[in-house]
């Protein structure tokens, strides 16, 4: 069994707009987490229903820390959402991670400390699970559509997410590579995790613009350099997305990777001590468990 996706797609630095979309139209959707990032671009893709929305808004006006994340989210599946292919800019922790490659990360670290991460809290309590991070049925999907498109992609790899909006200092990046870290960007978390507190099917696309301050000749490369590399990364990304929603057109009746139904067991308030005023708020991202009382 299958219903008919509604593929959300979330753009990073450089990738404000998406060509290619059908019948598009920009539309407010307001959230009772406060405002999104921007207005969301609702349209097709091949008669796939996709919503865009610019994680920094149109212009790059909103910055790392301040973007709403939680309000992004919840006006996403408010949009119909049931899957989100997220496109980030990163730099490299690795040296075989040269700019230009696009990273399909199967792991997160959270560095954040500024931010907003639960939709939950004082009144209705839940904990996910979020061990895997993101839904391995859109990574297949977008490996596939990569290989298609000869866009250099590599499958696997963990995403240091920093608090920002200052780039690493050398003795941080070094910690980072001693990690075993693959990437290092500021933007995906907590998005992952409220797109999984939300039921949704999510996956990252990091694009790889520059080595971070560890790589010896970072110091002589330019900021020419890097914004040529985001802005061609950015033109490469509207074409790995235009080749992957036609593959999502199908969202599964349940995801095997258990991502529709994160939570099934994890509502820990009782129900007669939870508080309406949240539970309003919780209607799009909860009301599947909400509803069961």
């Not at 922790?93 to 990360?105: C, M």
Request: aromatic share 6%; proline share 4%.
């Amino acid at each position: 069994m299958s219903k008919r996706a509604v593929v959300g797609v979330v753009g990073g630095s450089g990738l404000y707009a998406m060509e290619g979309i059908a019948n598009a139209q920009w539309r407010k959707v307001d959230s009772p987490f406060g405002a999104p990032s921007d207005e969301i671009l609702f349209g097709t893709i091949d008669g796939v229903d996709v919503r865009f929305l610019p994680r920094h808004g149109r212009g790059h006006k909103v910055s790392p820390t301040t973007i709403n994340y939680r309000a992004n989210i919840d006006a996403l599946k408010r949009a119909g959402c049931t899957d989100i292919v997220s496109v980030s800019a990163v730099g490299s922790l690795r040296e075989d991670l040269a700019p230009g490659t696009f990273v399909i990360v199967d792991q997160f670290v959270d560095r954040t400390f500024a931010r907003e991460k639960s939709f939950f809290g004082t009144g209705c309590v839940a904990h996910v699970s979020v061990a895997k991070p993101v839904c391995g049925r859109l990574g297949d999907a977008l490996e596939a559509a990569a290989r298609a498109q000869e866009i250099k992609a590599v499958r696997g790899g963990t995403y240091l997410v920093m608090e920002g909006p200052q780039f690493s200092t050398e003795a941080e990046s070094h910690l980072y590579r001693s990690w075993g870290m693959s990437v290092i960007g500021m933007t995906n978390m907590p998005e992952a995790k409220l797109a999984r507190e939300a039921e949704l099917c999510y996956a990252t696309v990091a694009m790889v613009t520059d080595y971070d301050c560890w790589h010896a000749g970072h110091d002589h490369v330019t900021v020419d350099d890097v914004v040529r590399v985001l802005l061609a990364n950015a033109d490469k990304a509207r074409g790995l997305v235009r080749g992957v929603v036609p593959a999502l057109a199908e969202h599964p009746e349940a995801c095997p990777r258990g991502c529709d139904r994160a939570l099934e067991h994890a509502l820990m308030t009782a129900p007669e001590v939870r508080d309406p005023a949240l539970l309003e708020k919780l209607s799009a991202v909860a009301g599947r468990v909400l509803a069961k009382g």
